[in-house]
T-cell receptor
Framework: AQSVTQLDSQVPVFEEAPVELRCNYS??????LFWYVQYPNQGLQLLLK??????LVKGINGFEAEFNKSQTSFHLRKPSVHISDTAEYFC????????????FGSGTRLSIRP | DADVTQTPRNRITKTGKRIMLECSQT?????MYWYRQDPGLGLQLIYY???????NKGEISDGYSVSRQAQAKFSLSLESAIPNQTALYFC???????????FGPGTRLTVL
């Protein structure tokens, strides 16, 4: 069965600084990978996803993530963050063989300091 | 108008009461999901449905039941609520499992 680990529960950064949110997954088969963002008092929305092809995936709001199969990682990055990026970020994985389930990580709370 | 709506948005109830949370969608998706969010635990899948006649248990289905009344409607019930079911509940829809999931705004449930 697949699993997802988000190594940092909270990441504080200064505005305009770069940020990396880490995600590692475990699976015995090929996977699809996702990053979702949850702004305060809202539901989740998709930032980006990796299905196949290029390992560097670009998403909304200037975020990107790189799929690294050998390290089973899918880290999320942004070169310069803004106050509006303050939110909780969730990594998620779905196995090719599973017709249904997406497993979410425990989330990383990104707080931006002015 | 929102594509995925949930009612109520907030609910406070007492132990032992029956509670129903409702979800409606206008996206035309076949697949619908119910998740529970607890601080520090991420989202856990309670039930999912691929169409009106297909209902499946997720990771944490004990104490919950669901009903898929139509393609657009998927309800979650707590037959006898208990305090550890206090959480934020999300409904979501998708076109396929590899596709984007669209989430509702959530229902905050407190069981006293």
């Amino acid at each position: 069965a697949q699993s997802v680990t988000q190594l940092d529960s909270q990441v504080p950064v200064f505005e305009e600084a770069p940020v990396e949110l880490r995600c590692n997954y475990s699976s015995s088969v090929s996977v699809y990978l996702f990053w979702y963002v949850q702004y305060p008092n809202q539901g989740l929305q998709l930032l980006l996803k990796y299905l196949s092809g290029s390992t560097l995936v670009k998403g909304i709001n200037g975020f990107e993530a790189e799929f690294n199969k050998s390290q089973t990682s899918f880290h999320l990055r942004k070169p310069s963050v803004h106050i509006s990026d303050t939110a909780e970020y969730f990594c998620a994985v779905s196995e090719f063989s599973s017709a249904s389930k997406i497993i979410f990580g425990s989330g990383t709370r990104l707080s931006i300091r002015p | 108008d929102a594509d995925v709506t949930q009612t109520p948005r907030n609910r406070i109830t007492k132990t032992g009461k029956r509670i129903m949370l409702e979800c409606s969608q206008t996206k035309g998706h076949d697949r619908m999901y119910w998740y529970r969010q607890d601080p520090g635990l991420g989202l856990q899948l309670i039930y999912y449905s691929f169409d009106v006649k297909d209902i499946n248990k997720g990771e944490i289905s004990d104490g919950y039941s669901v009903s898929r009344q139509a393609q657009a409607k998927f309800s979650l019930s707590l037959e006898s609520a208990i305090p550890n079911q206090t959480a934020l509940y999300f409904c979501a829809t998708s076109d396929s499992f590899a596709d984007t999931q669209y989430f509702g705004p959530g229902t905050r449930l407190t069981v006293l």
